[in-house]
């Protein structure tokens, strides 16, 4: 059985155990952003609900486990075992009882796109390749000579046999 409870500005903590592993999952939520992230220590079998507390550095949370009471202190995303002062006059959290939660599913590798086709507009990896409209860009692994070249002033392309820029009229160094 899984326990949690929200604990401000978008927090949620979520406790569960199984196969000797507490779980400790925290998820974080705003406008068009969910962030989650759960790490896992070895514990013994809870014998009692887990409590959580609220302290001026972050939550302590208390494990009722048959090894006796165990308590961890998660303070900016790190974890720590700390002892009963740590609870002090901190504000105890109400934990619900979550029926078969489960941690959200890690994301899946996404399947190659390519050739990617969308309305007027193609993309693909080999050769990169993009072609929307009249435009076509391509990148090979051999780059002709004239577009290895540029102006020093100004930037403007050039060619190997030209000696003064059409851009900027600066003189060229001749290629060796």
Known sequence: ???GCD????QRLVLDYSNHQTRITLASSSAGQQQQATQSLQTASWTAPPEVFQTAGGLVIQLTTAAGVQLIQLQAGQLSQVNA???????PLALEQ?????PMQPMQPMTPMQPMQMGNM???LNPMEMR??????????????ESKRFCSQCGAGIKPDDRFCASCGSKLEPVS
Do not use: R, T, V
């Open 98 to 102: 979550i029926p078969g939660a489960a």
């Open 7 to 10: 604990y401000g500005m978008g």
């Open 132 to 145: 929307m409209g009249d435009m076509h860009l391509q990148m090979s692994k051999a780059a002709s000579p």
């Open 122 to 124: 193609s993309m693909s």
């Open 85 to 91: 002062e740590a609870i002090g006059s901190a504000l």
């Open 1 to 3: 059985m899984a326990y």
